[in-house]
């Protein structure tokens, strides 16, 4: 049993590693800043992936504010730590335009 098991492995094992090389150059090749992006693909990965990471983050954000409070209260920073863990987070997922990810005017807390 043990045999028939190594036999299947041995091969499966060299397909993966044999996979994994040929696979890994065509990953590392960087982005031509110069080639327009898709507008369609920006905004679907906007969508189905940043935007529910970024949701996400603003309620994580919340809940680390709500445990760091006490401590930024007495610091004299709460409106900073607001910013950072809540409204930063909340201007990223809300306040973008749809497929538009590097926007530095919407991704910054506002000015107090």
Known sequence: MKRR?????NPLTAA???LG???T????????PTRPT?????ATVDVTMARPVGAAAT???FALFLVSSPFSLLGGNAGES???LVVAPAAYTFKRPLGH???PASQSPPAK
């Open 5 to 9: 098991a190594q036999t299947i492995l």
């Open 16 to 18: 993966l590693l044999a």
């Open 21 to 23: 090389c040929c696979t």
């Open 25 to 32: 150059p065509l990953s590392a090749n960087e982005a031509d």
């Open 38 to 42: 898709d507008p369609g693909l920006n």
């Open 59 to 61: 309620v994580a954000g």
């Open 82 to 84: 607001w910013d950072n």
């Open 101 to 103: 990810f590097e926007d």
